[in-house]
Every structure is written in C-alpha cells, then in structure tokens.
C-alpha cells in the first residue's frame, strides 16, 4: 500500500497570505489528522477529520481551518499567515475502523515558511 | 504541566551502545503506546506499539510500558549510526485521542 501522501513539500509564503495544504491518506483509511510541529513545541494536533466531518480540535485559532473529502482527501488551510505559523505541518491517517488498537501513520509533511 | 514528558536530549552514544530513551505521563486514560522514529525533514515513522504492560521486542527494539508507574521506555540494542533521529513517544486513549512527547534527539557516533 501506498503510503500518506503530503503536497506539496515545501512552501515559502509572506505575512498576510494564506496557504492550503493537501494530503491523501493510505487507501482505505477513512481518518486524517492535521498536526503542527515546532521544534519548541513538538507535535500540535490540530483537528481530525472523519467522513468529511471535524471530529475533533486542537487549541488553534480559527485561521486555521480543513476539510474532507468524500474519497478521504483532506485538505488543511492556514489564512492571514503569521511569522509564527512557519512549521511542518503533519498529516497522519488511520482506518478508524472498529479496532480500537489500531494507530496512526504520518506522511513527509509540508514544510511552511513565513516571511 | 504537559501530559507526555520526554527529555528532548540531545543524546549522543558510541556505536553499539544500549541506548535507553524514556517517557511519562500522569493520564490514566492512556491505554495505547507507541514510538515513532522521525529522520531530519522527514515524517514520523511508525516503530514500536504496545497496549499492555510488559515488554514488547522487535529486532533491536525493546518497548517497555508500566502503567502503574505511568512510565514508558524504548531500548535500542547495538545502536547504529542509522539509529540517530529523533524518537517520539505517543500515547492514545481508548477514544483515539493522541498525545506526544517532544522528541529526544539521538546520535550515534560511528
């Protein structure tokens, strides 16, 4: 299986922009998280999306926002770009089918960064 | 104070050294454990998972979990310069809520 797919890979934008990430999650997988990783903060989740629905939230402010799809593909938007939004920025996928061990896999993730 | 704490290191061995990386929590609802291993500018990679107290090995991999000192630990045996990374603990609840530590920054120095 293909792993979770993550475009594009790198991205420089200016204050005051915004940006929309995309991320493709394994075939069959029916759950994406969105995480921010800082090398201060370490790994922030954001919000997870199931059946095109947010399932949950992270402590984000409402510049940052996503979407599903109806074939799993989600989408993450950050608008009004801060210097302090310059991050990688994680998907991860699971099946969030009924096993309740089951985890979750990461793509490569984006790399932002504001100027 | 954060539910996960992983000392962020940084570490640096000699090859084939035991390499013993740890984490706590203080959330009992955390039932599920994992390691994931994330190489510069890549994304976490999925190592070890583990629900139950005890040991759990896979090749050079050990996790140990124990719950009720809310303590994880994940042992690398005759570490190889491949190894340096940085190793992230997680944990999940039942309700599949994810928490991470910050990462602990490994070396090994051939």
């Known amino acids: 299986k293909a792993g979770v797919t993550q475009t594009p890979r790198y991205l420089i934008k200016t204050r005051g922009q915004q940006v929309t990430l995309s991320c493709s999650p394994i075939?069959?997988?029916?759950?994406v998280s969105w995480y921010q990783q800082t090398p201060g903060q370490g790994l922030q989740f954001l919000f997870e999306?199931?059946?095109?629905?947010?399932?949950n939230k992270g402590n984000f402010p409402g510049r940052f926002s996503g979407r599903q799809f109806s074939n799993s593909r989600s989408e993450m938007n950050v608008s009004t770009l801060e210097l302090g939004d310059s991050a990688l920025y994680l998907c991860?996928?699971?099946?969030?089918?009924?096993?309740?061990?089951?985890?979750?896999?990461f793509g490569p993730g984006t790399r932002l960064l504001v100027l | 104070q954060k539910e996960v704490e992983q000392d962020p290191g940084p570490l640096s061995v000699p090859e084939g050294a035991i390499v013993s990386l740890n984490c706590t929590y203080s959330n009992s609802a955390f039932q599920y454990f994992m390691w994931y291993r994330q190489y510069s500018r890549k994304g976490p990679e999925l190592l070890m998972y583990?629900?139950?107290?005890g040991n759990k090995e896979d090749g050079r991999f050990t996790a140990q979990v124990d719950k009720s000192s809310k303590y994880i630990s994940l042992f690398i045996r005759d570490s190889q310069p491949s190894d340096s990374a940085t190793y992230l603990c997680a944990m999940k609840t039942v309700g599949n809520q994810f928490y991470f530590g910050t990462g602990t920054s490994l070396t090994v120095i051939p």
């Open positions: 991860a996928s699971r099946s969030a089918g009924l096993a309740v061990r089951e985890t979750q896999y």
């Open positions: 583990t629900y139950s107290s």
């Open positions: 075939s069959g997988h029916r759950s």
């Open positions: 999306y199931f059946s095109e629905t947010q399932r």
